[in-house]
Every structure is written in C-alpha cells, then in structure tokens.
C-alpha cells in the first residue's frame, strides 16, 4: 500500500518537477536560449506568438515520442539525420492538417509552420532527452518544453504588440492617440525586447533562489541552537 | 565483411526511418489533399462575393492573354449577367511571392484586391493585406504608382510597391495589354 502511494506521489512531483523546469528553471527560451529564429519572428503579436507556441508542442510531443521509440533501433552516426527526418516530416504532417481542418488558423500561421523544421528546441530535446529516456517520459517532456516556449512567445509578445502596435489579442487597449512605438514590431526591437524580457526573467528566478534559501537558512540555525 | 555489414546497418536503418515518414505523409496528404483543394477554392470564391456581392459566382475563362504576372482570369458573373472579372496575380513582394485576387469590373476599375497567400512581415509588410491599405484601390484605374494616387504602409514601401504592381498588372491583362 504504502508503496504505490509512494510511487504516486513521486511521479506526482516528477510531472510537477518537469513542468516547473520547462516553463521557469529551464525554460527553452529563456533559460537555454535554443529557438531564437522562432522566437524572434512571430512574437509580433499575440495571435501569432500562441499559434506558434502550440505547434511547435504538437510537432515536440510527436516527434519526442517517436524518436524515443526508436532510440535503440537508431544508429549513433546517422541520429542526427533521422532526427531531422523525423521532425521535418511530423512538421509537414502539422501544415497538412491545419490546411485542410483549421484553414483560418492556417492563414494566420501558414508562414511559420515551415519555420518549426529549423527550431532547434525541438533537435535540443530529440539529442538530451528523448535518445535518452523512455516514450512516455519523453513525451511529457514535450508537452512541458513546449510549453514552456509557448509562454515565453506569449510574454514577448504581449510586451511588443502593446508596445508596438497598442493591441493585445487583437483587441486595442489604448486610446486613439496613442502613437505606437513601430520600432518594437522589427526586427531590432525584437532583440532588444527579447534581451529585456530575458534579464527580467533571470532576476525574478535569482530573486526567488535567495528567498528560498533565506528561508532554509533561519530554520537550520533554529536547529542548531535547539540542539 | 564487417564494414560492409555496418554500412549497410546504417543505411538500412535510415533508409527505414525516410521510409516510414514517407509513408506517414503520403496516409495524411491523401486524407488531406480534397479538403485542402475545397478549402482553396471556397476561399476563392468567398474572395469573388466579397468583391462583387452574395449572388457573385465565377468561372475560367481563356479571353485574356497571361502573363508571368498574372496566371488566371475568372469570369464573374451575378444572375445570369457578367459583372467583372477576378484576376489571379503573383507578385514579388519583400518576404518571397505576394499571391492575390484583383476584381475588376467590367469597364476596367478595380472592385477588389485581396492577398490570398504571402511572406511578408508581420506587423509591417503583412499590413498590406489589411483593409485601410487595400480599400485605397477600389475605383481606381489606369496606371497606379505609390505616392501618387496610392499611400504606403509606413515601413513597408517595397510590400506595397508590390501590390500595387499587381493590381496594375491587373488591370493591363483586362485592358488587353499584356506586359
């Protein structure tokens, strides 16, 4: 008894642990820096950024899922290249589909779908974490990774359409004579928004380490002086 | 012996994972291949009854000569009458090739422009295919240029450069003269 519920408790964590790692401690974006092309080019607005976000986790779970499987059947010397083969084919599976079953959502998105292939989240994953582990747990780690990029595009791109654009979602939040900031929505100012939301990111995690272990220390030094 | 064997072990290998993908895409384009054909022409033809009212339906037709530019001419026709014409235009935008739709009506104005696929740039090139740019057009005819009887989208002269270059080529394929 006690060790099935052990057993969940502990997988309960392990699910925890690997989400918190792939939308904060290890964040794809943030953290690794891997996914830059992507990142940059459709965080120009929010629509774009979650259509992105949501394939690429499509293309992430699939192929994660498949190269786990066929992780011992792979070759060392060719990995690389069946890797490829697979994430590019599952990524023109996506466009396929989307074009036939959700043509409006394709219209917006059609344009970045091939950009997936080049996401080099997806091979980082495919080489450090599914070669390497079972397809079940390669296939959760999809799932948090991307969506862990998906978050990251969605908060560039809240800062740059409200900024460059005066819209969120779409939806305008300012007032008629709100003169956008244009530079935001190019190409630089995706650098210089994305070096921002980066610094940022990394003081609210450093921020929340020194917290915690402020609050492990006080507690340690209780004990000492109890004993 | 044994390098031969491994060779073929590798080549093997990746030959069966090409293979299998293959046989994926090939299942899926075949499931996929009559939706995304309707979808395109359902999109055409919604195009058409923007420009030129509900009971707008459109047909090929080989009146008109072709150009590099200009790849297909439809004849728009509304309760038994023709009405205009719907003009399939490729353009080379900023960002690779702008594809869009010009209706025109029958005495040579432009009804309509719409971008139907293209690479620009959101947020700049890519608002070539909002409403404020592509509303400037409607009426118009004879030769358009940007800056004259057009407006760019600020930050994106060459996208807009490239519509209106469509539209023009447009117009000069229903007035019979091919570029």
């Known amino acids: 008894m006690t060790g099935t519920n052990e057993r969940k408790k502990g997988l309960g964590s392990y699910l925890f642990t690997t989400l918190r790692d792939g939308l904060f401690t290890n964040s794809p974006t943030f953290v690794q820096l891997l996914g830059m092309c992507p990142t940059l080019a459709t965080t120009t607005s929010v629509k774009n950024a979650l259509g992105m976000g949501l394939a690429a986790t499509a293309v992430l779970i699939c192929s994660n899922f498949l190269i786990s499987l066929l992780r011992k059947i792979i070759p060392n010397q060719v990995r690389i290249a069946a890797y490829i083969v697979i994430i590019s084919g599952f990524v023109t599976a996506v466009d396929m589909l989307l074009a036939a079953f959700l043509p409006d959502l394709y219209e917006a998105l059609g344009l970045f779908i091939p950009l997936i292939v080049v996401n080099c989240i997806i091979l980082a994953r495919a080489e450090a974490f599914a070669s390497k582990n079972g397809p079940l747990a390669s296939a959760w780690d999809g799932v948090c990774m991307g969506l862990g990029f998906t978050f990251a595009l969605f908060c560039i791109a809240s800062v740059r359409e409200i900024l460059g654009a005066g819209t969120f979602f779409g939806l305008r939040i300012f007032s008629e004579g709100y003169e956008p900031a244009l530079m935001v929505i190019t190409p630089p100012g995706a650098f210089i928004t994305l070096g921002c939301v980066i610094a940022a990111v990394t003081a609210i995690l450093a921020a929340v380490k020194a917290r915690k272990k402020k609050k492990a220390a006080p507690k340690a030094e209780r004990r000492e002086r109890d004993a | ?179």
């Open chain 2, 1 to 179: 012996m044994r390098d031969l064997r491994y060779v073929l072990r590798i080549a093997g290998v990746l030959f069966l994972v090409c293979a299998l993908m293959t046989g994926l895409l090939a299942v899926i384009h075949a499931k996929t291949a009559d939706a995304i054909a309707a979808n395109e022409q359902k999109k055409l033809e919604e195009t058409v009854r923007l420009f030129f009212g509900e009971k707008a339906s459109s047909k090929e037709t080989d009146a008109f000569a072709l150009t590099a530019e200009v790849s297909a001419v439809r004849l728009v026709s509304a309760d038994g009458s023709n009405v205009g014409y719907a003009v399939s235009v490729t353009e080379k935008g900023f960002g690779g090739e702008i594809s869009m739709l010009v209706g025109v009506s029958l005495d040579g104005k432009v009804r309509g422009v719409s971008l139907l696929s293209h690479s620009e740039t959101p947020g700049l090139g890519a608002r070539t295919g909002e409403e404020a740019f592509r509303s400037q057009f409607i009426g118009k005819s004879g030769k358009l240029t940007v800056g004259e009887n057009i407006d760019a989208v600020s930050g994106a002269t060459i996208s807009s450069k490239a519509v209106t270059a469509g539209v023009n080529a447009a117009l000069a394929a229903i007035r019979g003269e091919g570029a």
